[in-house]
């Protein structure tokens, strides 16, 4: 009966060796797995910051482009700019200034008519 307790204790602190084993190569590999994910989420950061510096100028450049356009149309008004390749866009913008003042025009008669 001694021998089989002796030989179960030995089963027993075996099967704990290995757990043991098991459980530090596990910690080793959680923790290179940890350093990793930390370094994609370092990445992943750094990534999305670029891109909302990137969205950021391309928002600035955008503003002045209108900015641009507008003092543009303004020395045009004062015939103080010609520059014959914008003479199409003139056309398209007195068409739409037309179009408009036709539209201002029609809903004032028919917020004169509903009275």
Known sequence: MAIKKENVQKDINKLLDQARERFKKFGKELSILAKKSEK???KA???GRVQIDIMGLSM???KLYYDIGKKIVML???KSVNVPEL???WKKLRKI???S???KRELSLIRKSSK
Do not use: F, G, L
């Open 101 to 103: 003042r036709k539209k």
């Open 97 to 99: 200034e037309t179009d």
């Open 87 to 89: 003479e199409p866009y």
């Open 45 to 47: 950061s750094k990534t």
């Open 40 to 42: 994609e989420i370092v």
């Open 60 to 62: 600035q450049k955008e």
């Open 76 to 78: 045009n008004a004062k």
